[in-house]
C-alpha cells in the first residue's frame, strides 16, 4: 500500500497525482505512518469565565471541527465534519463501513485538495482502489458529527452482507473497568471535553487503540480505519468502546468490523439492541468501574 501526503487540481473533482509527494512503498504501514500531515486538533480562544470572583478574560481550549470530503477512486462519496487527524484512517474505515470498498483492496490514501490554502488542501481525502471498488453513489446531504450513516441501511441489509460473529468471552468486570483505561488516553478530551472517543481493546480490557474526535462514528472509523491499514480486519478477539451513547450505526460499524463486544458508557438505542442481537454481539450500556448493563449478547 502507498500512503501519499499530498495532491493538488487546479480544476474538476479528480486528483492529480502528478505533483504527489509519496511515502515508500513497502509493508503494510505501521501506526505512525499516516500521520503525514500535523494539523491542530485544538483551537486557543478567549472567553469570559463567570464564578465565585465575578467575571473574568481567560483563555480556553476548543476542539476543532472541520469538514472533511472523503472520495473513492476520485468519487465523490460525502462530507462529514470532524476533528481533523487521523484523516486516511477515517476516511478507510468509513468506506469499509458502508460496504463501499466491497473487498477491494487499499492501494493508496491521499490528500487531494483543490487550492493552494491549507484548510481546502488537506480536507479532501481520496482512496484508491484502482477502480476495483464499486463506483459509489454520492450523498448530496453533508454528514454531520452526529450522525454517520444516519439509516441508510437496515437490519436486513446487513444481514444480506454480514454474518453474526463468535461472541467473546471477556469477564463482566474487565469490561467495567475498559470506561476508565481508555479516559487515561483521552489526550484532546482532557484539554476540551468536547470530544469523543473510540478504541479496541484486548480481552484483559487494555485498550490498543484510542481514537478521538468530535463525533462518535468519526472515532470509530478512525479505529476501524487504522485496524484495516494494518491488515487486522476483522477485528477477532476485540471489543469496540464507545464514550458515549450506542446507536445503531455504531453496532452496525462494529458488526462490519469484526467486533464481537461493544461497550459504551451511556444507553444503547431500541434498534442497536436488535442489530446487536442479529449479530450475536455482546452490546454493554452504562459501563462504569463497579456495575454495567448486558442488553444483547
Given amino acids: 500500500m502507498q500512503l501519499i501526503s499530498r495532491s493538488t ?37 478567549l472567553i469570559v469565565k463567570h464564578g465565585e470572583d465575578g467575571p ?66 488537506f480536507n479532501v481525502v481520496s482512496v484508491d482502489t484502482g477502480g476495483i471498488a464499486p463506483v459509489p453513489t454520492a450523498r448530496l446531504t453533508p454528514t454531520t458529527a452526529s450522525c454517520g450513516i444516519c439509516g441508510s441501511e437496515s437490519i436486513a441489509d446487513l444481514c444480506k452482507r454480514l454474518a453474526p460473529l463468535d461472541t467473546a468471552a471477556v469477564e463482566v468486570d474487565v469490561l467495567a473497568k475498559v470506561p476508565s483505561r481508555v479516559l487515561a488516553e483521552q489526550t484532546v478530551f482532557s484539554t476540551t471535553g468536547g470530544v469523543h472517543a473510540a478504541a479496541a481493546f484486548d480481552a484483559s480490557g487494555a485498550p490498543l487503540l484510542v481514537r478521538e474526535d468530535i463525533g462518535r462514528h468519526n472515532a470509530v472509523d478512525k479505529v476501524v480505519g487504522r485496524l484495516l491499514l494494518d491488515g ?46 442479529a449479530a450475536s454481539i455482546r452490546l454493554v450500556g452504562f459501563a462504569r468501574e463497579d456495575r454495567l448493563n448486558i442488553y444483547a449478547e
Avoid: N
Fill in 9 to 45: 487540481a487546479s480544476t474538476g473533482s479528480r486528483c492529480s497525482k502528478s505533483h504527489a509527494c509519496s511515502l515508500a512503498p513497502g509493508p503494510t504501514p505501521q501506526r505512525h505512518s499516516l500521520r503525514v500531515v500535523a494539523r491542530g486538533r485544538t483551537q486557543t480562544v
Fill in 56 to 121: 473574568r478574560r481567560v483563555p480556553d481550549e476548543l476542539v476543532v471541527e472541520e469538514p472533511l470530503e472523503i472520495r473513492l477512486d476520485d468519487h465523490l462519496v460525502t462530507t462529514t465534519m470532524r476533528t481533523p487527524g487521523h484523516d486516511f484512517e477515517l476516511a478507510v474505515g468509513f468506506l469499509h463501513s458502508e460496504g463501499l470498498l466491497a473487498g477491494a483492496p487499499v492501494k493508496t490514501v491521499r490528500y487531494c485538495g483543490t487550492g493552494s490554502a491549507v484548510e481546502t488542501e
Fill in 232 to 277: 487486522t480486519l476483522p477485528a477477532e478477539g476485540l471489543g469496540l468502546f464507545v464514550s458515549g451513547r450506542a446507536s445503531f450505526e455504531i453496532v452496525q460499524k462494529a458488526w462490519a468490523a469484526g467486533f464481537a463486544t461493544v461497550v459504551a458508557v451511556s444507553a444503547p438505542s431500541s434498534l442497536a439492541v436488535e442489530t446487536a442481537k
